[in-house]
C-alpha cells in the first residue's frame, strides 16, 4: 500500500470518521503478524467477534487469538471501553437529576444490556437525585449471597452521598427479580434507612426491559421516610 493509503496517514488527512471500523482497529493493533497484516488481521478480528464482541470480551480470552499479545489487548479493550463509556454519557448528561426507573433504565441499557455476565452498579447521588459517582462493585456470577450490603454502601459513605441507587443486569434477557435479588435488596433497604441514606431504586435492565424494585414497593417504609430530606428540596423520585 501507497503510504497514504495507511489507516493513521488516513485518519491524520480526514479525519477518523472517514475510517472503516477495520482500518480504526488496525491503528490499535499497529502491526500484523507472520500470516496476516495489520488490516488482514483486523478484519478477521471483526469478522470473528465485531465490535460489540470486543467490548465483552475479556483480556485473557482476546490473548489466545493469535498475534494478539498484551499491548495489543489493552489497546483494543481500552478504546471500545473509552467508547462506550462516551457513549453512556451522551445519552444522560451528568447533571441531569435521575427522576424515574426509566430514565435509569435509558443510561445504563448500553453499557449493561448486552453483557453476558451481571454487573452490580452503585450511583452515589447528591440531595437532587444528580449523578455524583457511579462504581462497579460486582463482575460475573452474581447471586445473593456474594453481594454484600456493606460493600454497596461503602461509595456512597465515601462520597457523602445522601442517596443511591443501585442497578445491575441479567443476562438471560428477564428482568424479573430473583428471590436473591429480593433478598438483597430488602437488606440494603433497612442497613441504608439506619443511616440515613436514601436508597431511591433497584433497577434491574436487560437490552429492551427492566423492572423497578421501587416500582414493586420492595424499599420499605423505613427506607421511603429516609428520603424525606433529599424530597423536601425536589420532585419525588418515581419508580
Not at 502491526?31 to 488481521?41: I, P, R
Not at 482476546?62 to 471501553?81: M, N, Y
Not at 437525585?129 to 463482575?139: D, G, M, N, Q, S
Request: charged fraction near 30%.
Amino acid at each position: 500500500m501507497d503510504k497514504e493509503d495507511l489507516p493513521r496517514e488516513r485518519l491524520v488527512r480526514l479525519g477518523a470518521e472517514a475510517l472503516s471500523n477495520a482500518e480504526l482497529v488496525a491503528i490499535l493493533l499497529s502491526t500484523g503478524d507472520s500470516e496476516q497484516n495489520v488490516l488482514e488481521k483486523s478484519r478477521s478480528l471483526l469478522k470473528d467477534r465485531g465490535l460489540v464482541g470486543l467490548l465483552r470480551s475479556e483480556v485473557q480470552e482476546l490473548k489466545q487469538v493469535s498475534g494478539l499479545g498484551t499491548a495489543k489487548v489493552t489497546r483494543i479493550k481500552a478504546a471500545v471501553e473509552l467508547a462506550a463509556r462516551g457513549l453512556a454519557d451522551d445519552e444522560w448528561p451528568a447533571r441531569e437529576p435521575f427522576r424515574t426507573s426509566k430514565q435509569v433504565y435509558e443510561r445504563y441499557r448500553g453499557l449493561l444490556g448486552d453483557l453476558v455476565h451481571e454487573e452490580v452498579w452503585v450511583l452515589v447521588l447528591d440531595q437532587q437525585h444528580c449523578l455524583i459517582r457511579e462504581e462497579r462493585l460486582y463482575k460475573g456470577m452474581v447471586h445473593g449471597a456474594s453481594v454484600r450490603v456493606a460493600e454497596l454502601l461503602r461509595p456512597v459513605i465515601v462520597h457523602q452521598g445522601p442517596a443511591m441507587i443501585v442497578v445491575h443486569n441479567h443476562p438471560s434477557g428477564s428482568p424479573e427479580p430473583s428471590r436473591a435479588d429480593r433478598a438483597m435488596t430488602a437488606d440494603l433497604s433497612a442497613s441504608s434507612a439506619t443511616m440515613g441514606i436514601a436508597l431511591l431504586d433497584h433497577v434491574i435492565v436487560t437490552r429492551s426491559d427492566f423492572v423497578s424494585m421501587a416500582q414493586l414497593g420492595m424499599l420499605g417504609r423505613d427506607a421511603q421516610e429516609s428520603q424525606a430530606a433529599g424530597e423536601r428540596r425536589t420532585e419525588r423520585y418515581r419508580g
